[in-house]
């Protein structure tokens, strides 16, 4: 592995600007080559009329995954499909923003021992390793671009039996693009207010009677609007080869390169108690007219992510109703960043005047992740004793591997060695001359090894009932060391047997309407997340079980669909204090000290939704949740956090869209709501609370030709000022109101 060293000033800045030159002339060249080859593919060979992305529904009927076996109306548990029509119609071009849209959901900021990236709350319970790709989980961190994405599953409550270990509160799949049997070639360019510009091309043309090649290119970079100096560039390449298309032998091999050039922002730091002049905002952000404050500095911090995925799967249908099922993954993120954490200079609890802010809590993180993945499926539909059964079963290994190594600038940083940052008035843009460098000392490692069997099994009584039933055996071996965790070098080697399962009964009112109540079980085990941040520590893995009670309506010709549940999840042996930890006293909600599983947590909620046409013109994607989750049972020193409510779990939160086609327009507008949220249980460090918030947005859309459009968005456009990323210590402002004009022409 090579050593990476951190570059200061022009020269740092020439480097990363010359290789994303180098990227975005590579790209160019390939998106050439693929229009020209487009150009033969069509002169060769007959084109379809349909492309593969002209689906204008909002709807989605059937999850991608064949462990959902049963459409949408059919499938027992809340589960959301963001469309492809939604995100080009709301502007969504990260997977970020498009969770925004899911109520129940909210999102973290970036902490010292987990990395910046996408990292969320749902249902009340950390998801930030329940992210996955096609099926396949992935944990590394950082932002996920939807310019190769189809759409997003959200699938919410406990799901180890379909996802495995952990999944309490929920799981992401992003659904990548595959190649056609068509030949079609679709271009965005966008321009924003933020100096931002973003090209996509997503060609596919035949090379065979059944086989194709998809290629998706992205070129990204801009500002974000609110937040003073922060930027984000992103080049990317998928390309996707796929033949046996339409036949009962199916072949697919994806290759995918990123590369992401960041200015990594934390955000604003939480006005702590005795700050002077603050003393009435106490546990809570500082005055909205500090929110465009940025307190790193643009020539020290930066972030720079190279991912490399390669993906196989082969399917062969042994007969009309069964099917063999393989896929195959490796993937690499290199992550080398640096980001300063805004932290207070004080001295036991006495601010200077003026106030301000530490140059010294940098962050390095220099980082790779590796993982190796195979799945077996056998998927089958049969009749037994006049019981219909939709049987899938099948194999996972998953061999994931982190390390990270420990960076230091030996002294040479003048920012730490000079004076701190002004609070009111920051200086981002300080001559740094330091370098940061590997100290040599041994890295933090982390390694994970799952095994698992599992079966899915829907039963068809009747024409009113079905029962749902999942099992999943999982092995998850963990070995980690941590060299400089909390109280020294850490040792941690764990060897967990989990036994997830889920069962369900549906009773159909109707075709299009079912009633159905379910219960499942989930698995957290100790490091689930490698190094990046989990429990170091050798406990069985914590269970939960959740229960839902829900009702599904397809109305309006089917192409409607509205959904409504009440769901329980209990975390029934959480971590907490150890009481007998040889008398050690600890701060509640700290994060030192022995603990045991005897702690519970609980939600309890309500969840509403409605996606879909209500008329040819008119389509609406809606959403509503309630819930309310605290920590139920504590112990030792940890006892009083008993009746606390769970960090980064909104009580009321609303997402709506809404749009109306007129022939050649399209108008569009939407809002969302996010009720308040505290930042953790850390009664250490206090317990801070981001205030609700609202935004609004719109669309207009034209369609000026059969091959061009044009669409201007509006976000966030009464210019709200909230808070978005919940941190321990700091949080991230959302985007300030920013407009946007895209031209989409395809051929």
Known sequence: ?????????????????????????????????????????????????VGAN????????????????????????????????????????????????????????GEGGTPTGDSMTIRGFSARTDIFADGIRDIAGYSRDTYNTEGIEVAKGPGSSVSGRGSVGGSVNLVKKTALNDNFTDITINTGSESDHRLTLDTNFRVGETSALRLNLLSTDGEVAGRDYVENAMDAVAINFA?????????????????????PDYGLPWVPVGLPGYESNALAPPPESLFDNFYGNVNRDFEDIEATTFTASYEYDLSETSTLRFQARHATVDRHSLTTAPRFVSSSGVFPDPILIRWDDEKPRDQENNMSVLQVAYITAFDMGGIGHELSIGAE?????????????????????????????PQPTLTFTGAYTRTGAVPNTGVGKTSAIYAFDTLTLNEQWEINTGLRLENYENETHASGGRGGPVDVITDDNMLSWNIAAVYKLQDSATIYFGVGKSFNPAGEDLTGGGSQSELDPEESLGYELGTKWELFDNRLLASAAIFRTVKTNARTDDPFDGGTVVTPGSDTGAETLDGEQTVNGLELSAVGQITDRFSVSAGYTHQKGKITKANGADAALEGVKLPRTPENSLSLWMSYNMNAWSFGMGAEYVDERTNGTNAARGIRTAPSYNVFDAMVSW?????????????????????DLVGGGHFVPGPGRYFSLSGHYSF
């Open 397 to 425: 290994y998953y061999d994931e591997e982190e390390v990270r190594w420990t960076e230091s600038a030996n002294g040479t940083d003048n920012l730490i060695n000079g004076s701190a940052n002004d609070f009111l008035n």
């Open 243 to 263: 033949t046996g298309i339409d036949t009962a032998s199916r072949f697919s091999f994806t290759a995918e390169f990123q590369n992401q050039d960041r200015l």
């Open 703 to 723: 369609q000026a030709t059969d091959k061009l459009s044009l669409q201007f968005n509006g976000d966030n456009l009464s210019d709200e000022r909230y808070v």
């Open 54 to 109: 002209n689906e204008e529904s909002y709807l989605v009927d059937r999850a991608q995954s064949f462990k959902y076996s049963q459409p949408m109306v059919e499938t027992p548990k809340t589960l959301t499909i963001i469309s492809a029509a939604v995100m080009r119609d709301r502007g969504i071009d990260n997977l970020r923003d498009a969770l925004r849209s899911v109520p129940g959901i909210s999102m973290a900021a």
């Open 1 to 49: 592995m090579q050593d990476f060293t951190y570059r200061s000033g022009v020269a740092g800045a020439n480097l990363r600007n010359n290789t994303k030159s180098r990227l975005t002339t590579a790209i160019s060249l390939l998106a050439l080559s693929a229009a020209s080859m487009t150009a033969v593919a069509q002169t060769e060979l007959p084109v379809s009329s």
